[in-house]
C-alpha cells in the first residue's frame, strides 16, 4: 500500500536527520525539566516562602511579675503555621538583623522580611486593657518581586488572624471578659529596600527581555555564518589569504554592535510602556557597555553551533534550542532556585553563574532598576567578560578547524 511506503520513506529521513530529530525530542523535555523545577517543587504542590525575621520587640511584665515577649510568639506562630491540610510550612524562617536581613532580600535568598518594632508586646497588651497604642509591624522586601508578593499577601492574612486570636486570649486573662469592639493595636506597612519604592514586575522583567533580545542573536548569527559557508562566500574570501581571525573578528563588530542597539532600543520602549529606568544617562552607558559585553558572547554562541550544523536550517534549529533554554537558566524570566556551588570574595557563585549572560543581567537590572554605578556592577562586569572571553576562544577554534580549515 502507498502509505506504508510513504511513512517508511518518512520514517527514514527522520532517523537520517539525527541532529534534527534530537532537537525535536530534547527542546520539549528540557522546557518541562525547567519549568519543573522552577515551579513544580520536585513533586511538592506546596514550598515554604524563605522569609527573614527581625524580632526588636523588648517585651513586657505583666501584673503577676510575669516576663511576656509577643515578638517571640509570633515568630514561633510564623514557623509553626502550615498549608491547609498540609504537613508542609508555609515559611522558612531565617532570624537575623536588618543589615543582615537586606543582603538576604537583595540576593533574593529570602522573600521578604518582617520587622516587628521594640513596642509590639507593649502596645498590645496596652491595647487588650482599652488603651489605644498601636504598634506597626514592617514587611520589608523587592515590591517587584513576585515571591515578595506572594509572601507578602500570607503574612498580612497571618498577622490579621494572629491579632484576633491574641487579644481575645490577653483580654480574658487580664480581665476575664472579652471586648466585643477592641481597637486593632497591629498595623502593617510595606517598606521597600532602597531603589525599589516604585517597582512593578515589569521592572525586573524589562531586563531580562533585553538579555533574551541578546542572546537571539546566537541564532542568526549561526545561521548567518552557515550561509556563507554553503553558498560559497567564506571560499571565496579565503581567496584572498584571510585569516580566521580576520573573518571571525570582522563579524564580531557589527553584531555586539547590534547587541548594544538593541540595549538601546528596547531600554527607550520599555520606559514608555512603563519601566521605572533609574540611574539616568551614566546607567545608560553602563548598560551599553554590558550589552556589548553580551553580544560578545552571543557572537561566541554563534560561532560555536556553526561550527557543528550542516546547513541554514540546522543552525536556526540548533540555535533556539540553545539560546532560548538559556535564557530561562540566566533568569531573564523569573527567578530560578538558588544552587550555589561556591563562594568568591563574598560572593556567592551559583551553578548559573558559570554562564556569561547571567553576569550581564545581573549587571543590567543593577544599573537600569537599581540605579546603580559602576562599584555595583564591576564583580558582575569582571565575570562576564572572563567569560565572554573563553567563549570566544573556544569559538574561534572550533570553527577554525571545523569550517575554515576543512575548507583549505
Do not use: C
Not at 38 to 57: E, K
Not at 123 to 135: D, E, F, H, M, V
Not at 200 to 224: C, E, K, R, S, Y
Not at 357 to 375: E, S
Amino acid at each position: 500500500m502507498k502509505f506504508t511506503s510513504i511513512a517508511s520513506k518518512g520514517a527514514k529521513e527522520l532517523l537520517r536527520d539525527r541532529r534534527g530529530l534530537v532537537m525535536i525530542l530534547v527542546f520539549p523535555l528540557f522546557f518541562m525539566l525547567v519549568f519543573g523545577f522552577a515551579f513544580g517543587g520536585m513533586g511538592q504542590s506546596n514550598q515554604p516562602h524563605d522569609i527573614a525575621v527581625i524580632n526588636q520587640d523588648q517585651g513586657a511584665t505583666l501584673p503577676n511579675g510575669e516576663t511576656l515577649n509577643l515578638g517571640n510568639n509570633f515568630t514561633q506562630v510564623l514557623k509553626d503555621v502550615k498549608y491547609q491540610d498540609s504537613d508542609v510550612n508555609i515559611f522558612q524562617v531565617n532570624e537575623t538583623d536588618i543589615n543582615q536581613a537586606d543582603s538576604l532580600l537583595k540576593q533574593r535568598t529570602v522573600d521578604a522580611a518582617v520587622i516587628m518594632p521594640e513596642n509590639f508586646t507593649e502596645s498590645i497588651l496596652s491595647s487588650a486593657s482599652g488603651g489605644t497604642s498601636t504598634t506597626t509591624v514592617t514587611i520589608r522586601g523587592d515590591t517587584g518581586y513576585i515571591g515578595f508578593g506572594v509572601s507578602q499577601g500570607i503574612l498580612v492574612g497571618i498577622l490579621g488572624q494572629y491579632q484576633d486570636d491574641l487579644l481575645v486570649g490577653i483580654q480574658s486573662q487580664l480581665t476575664g471578659t472579652t471586648v466585643q469592639k477592641t481597637p486593632q493595636p497591629i498595623e502593617s506597612q510595606v517598606e521597600s529596600i532602597p531603589g525599589t519604592e516604585t517597582f512593578t514586575n515589569f521592572d525586573f522583567l524589562a531586563p531580562g527581555m533585553i538579555v533574551f533580545a541578546i542572546l537571539l542573536l546566537a541564532t542568526t548569527v549561526a545561521a548567518g555564518l552557515t550561509r556563507e559557508v554553503e553558498k560559497g562566500t567564506l571560499a571565496r574570501l579565503k581567496l584572498s589569504n584571510m585569516r580566521s581571525f580576520d573573518y571571525l573578528f570582522g563579524n564580531l563588530i557589527p553584531w555586539s554592535a547590534i547587541a548594544a542597539a538593541q540595549v538601546l532600543i528596547l531600554l527607550i520602549v520599555a520606559v514608555i510602556i512603563g519601566f521605572h529606568w533609574q540611574g539616568g544617562l551614566n546607567s545608560l552607558f553602563l548598560a551599553i557597555v554590558v550589552g556589548l559585553i553580551g553580544g560578545i558572547a552571543s557572537v561566541s554562541l554563534g560561532m560555536i553551533i556553526a561550527s557543528f550544523v550542516r546547513n541554514e536550517r540546522q543552525a536556526a534549529n540548533l540555535g533556539t534550542i540553545i539560546t532560548v533554554p538559556t535564557s530561562f537558566l540566566v533568569g531573564a524570566f523569573f527567578q530560578l532556585p538558588q544552587v550555589v556551588i561556591a563562594n568568591f570574595g563574598g560572593q556567592s557563585f551559583q551553578i548559573y553563574d558559570i554562564l556569561p549572560w547571567t553576569h550581564v543581567l545581573n549587571a543590567l537590572r543593577t544599573t537600569l532598576t537599581f540605579g546603580g554605578g559602576w562599584n555595583d556592577i564591576a564583580y558582575q562586569v569582571g565575570w562576564a567578560v572572563i567569560l565572554t572571553i573563553i567563549l570566544f576562544l573556544i569559538g574561534v577554534v572550533l570553527f577554525s578547524r571545523n569550517r575554515l580549515r576543512a575548507e583549505n
